[in-house]
């Protein structure tokens, strides 16, 4: 059964810097789309970042560019996403996700959640001073 788990949450200033991990199990990130997204109360879980390792091509939501950045280890079955200059708004619920079926652009399964096929159980990131 494939799985997928998230780590490296937590609270963060204004201006720091976070590293999530997602580690999978049960599939390989050859064979498979991984997304970060991010949900908050009240609001529709938005993606944050995707990437297909085989390809090895990524794909970011407009408000991270130049902020974050996603990258696999397959020897390591990870995918990290580096968050630097961390707002306020970037405070919410994070998930890892995979498509491992991927008959959909990488762009397209990063802004439509509904197309992921495995979730993880989300990590929280608060970034407040």
């Known amino acids: 059964q494939p799985q997928l788990v998230e780590s490296g949450g937590g609270l963060v200033q204004p201006g720091g810097s976070l590293r999530l991990s997602c580690t999978i199990s049960?599939?390989?990130?050859?064979?498979?789309?991984i997304g970060w997204f991010r949900q908050v109360p009240g609001k529709e879980r938005e993606g944050v970042s995707c990437i297909s390792s085989s390809h090895g091509s990524t794909h970011y939501t407009d408000s991270v560019k130049g902020r974050f950045t996603i990258s696999g280890d397959n020897a390591k079955n990870t995918v990290y996403l580096q968050m630097n200059s961390l707002k306020p708004e970037d405070t919410a619920r994070y998930y890892c996700a995979a498509d491992i079926v991927r008959i959909h652009t990488l762009q397209a399964i990063c802004v439509q959640p509904r197309l992921m096929d495995y979730w993880g159980q989300g990590i929280q990131v608060t970034v407040s001073s």
């Open positions: 049960g599939f390989t990130l050859d064979h498979s789309y």
